[in-house]
């Protein structure tokens, strides 16, 4: 069973209400989370790991807290040792690794500054120095400051958004695919803010785009490594876990969604799956049923994007090709023209490469 928040209080307002988030505020990013009330939940305790991952290396970035956390714990689970990089919250970090070694796995802190390049190559360092190699890179980390208006957001915010957000996705991958094997796994966190925008996060959803079409673009990385994005939809506050599942699928439900537009789904098939999420109770089975049903639509939607993007590649390529061949035909029918009158058919056929017969249709 998964765990969920307890009622901490109430308020009046009209009737009670059940109060899952008081108002709290921290001033500075990134935000701390062991002083948050209450305390996000990133572990589930009844959830016991099969070996998918057993004897792999991962790197998670922001993975003291948060979403990186959470990655972290199933990781270990699944039989993973993990290098969680940060910038400096340092007691979340040390809590994150103390309840992965008391899971039973290894972990290893680096703090840093990921805005800087040469941060990317010490974690690879220190990665192959402790574990001797490298299989999984997670892309997790992110900044964000709400804005009420595109006129708010100066420079100096627009550019450490974007330093932050995107430019450590090249710097890493770059730094950690000489030492990774075929069947290693690059994973990208995105948003939904990518594809739906947001008001008020306008340079962060910007940055959300970016990873997209950064994680799509990277076709020669295919043969080495499997390369793919996360998409996080965006959740309210005071939202349980039945009603994060639910918002999935309604993400899934938007016609413009790539995911629908890929597959080609059908929107009733789509509804079907959501009224049985609503109707789902505590059962794990029907839970471990969707979240299978789940994995299956990303493995089909990467598949056929994959098949896609190869396709256009190999068009393009042989029309450069036959582009190249007309033109050098071209090239030799037009020498062959100016010979006529000086060489035999013969030695117009050496030099142009033409046959004897193309040769006297042009005469």
Not at 61 to 80: H, Q
Not at 138 to 151: D, E, K, P, W
Request: with cysteine.
């Amino acid at each position: 069973m998964y765990p969920i928040y307890k009622k901490l209080s109430t308020r009046e307002e009209c009737e009670q209400v059940k109060v899952l988030f008081p108002p709290q505020h921290q001033e500075c990013q990134p935000g701390i989370e062991n002083i948050m009330v209450p305390r996000p939940i990133s572990n589930n305790p009844s959830y016991v790991g099969s070996g998918k991952l057993k004897g792999k290396v991962a790197i998670i970035t922001g993975g003291d807290s948060g979403i990186g956390r959470a990655i972290a714990y199933i990781f270990v689970k699944e039989g993973a040792d993990v290098v969680i990089s940060y910038l400096n919250e340092h007691d979340d970090a040390n809590e994150t690794k103390a309840c992965i070694e008391k899971i039973g796995g290894k972990c290893l802190l680096i703090p840093g500054d990921l805005k800087e390049e040469s941060m990317s190559k010490v974690i690879v360092e220190k990665t192959i120095e402790c574990f001797g190699k490298i299989d999984i890179l997670v892309n997790n980390h992110a900044v964000q400051f709400i804005q009420r208006s595109i006129l708010d957001i100066i420079a100096e915010q627009l550019d450490f958004t974007f330093r932050t957000n995107i430019y450590p996705f090249f710097y890493l991958t770059k730094a950690v695919l000489p030492c990774l094997k075929k069947g290693a796994s690059i994973i990208n966190t995105a948003s939904i803010t990518a594809y739906r925008g947001e008001p008020l996060l306008i340079d962060y959803s910007a940055t959300k785009g970016a990873v997209v079409a950064f994680t799509y673009s990277n076709e020669e990385l295919t043969n080495v490594v499997e390369i793919h994005f996360i998409e996080i939809p965006k959740l309210e506050d005071g939202t349980d876990e039945k009603d994060m599942l639910v918002n999935w699928i309604e993400f899934l439900k938007d016609p413009e969604s790539e995911t629908v537009r890929s597959l080609e789904m059908s929107i009733e098939e789509i509804r079907q799956a959501k009224d049985e999420l609503v109707k789902m109770s505590n059962d794990d089975a029907q839970r471990e049923l969707y979240e299978m049903r789940a994995k299956t639509l990303r493995d089909e939607v990467s598949t056929l994007n994959n098949a896609e993007r190869k396709g256009i590649k190999k068009g393009r390529e042989e029309g450069r090709k036959q582009g190249i061949q007309e033109g050098e035909k071209k090239k030799a029918v037009e020498i062959a023209k100016s010979l006529l009158d000086i060489l035999d058919v013969d030695t117009i056929s050496l030099k142009t490469g033409l046959s004897k017969d193309e040769i006297n249709n042009l005469k």
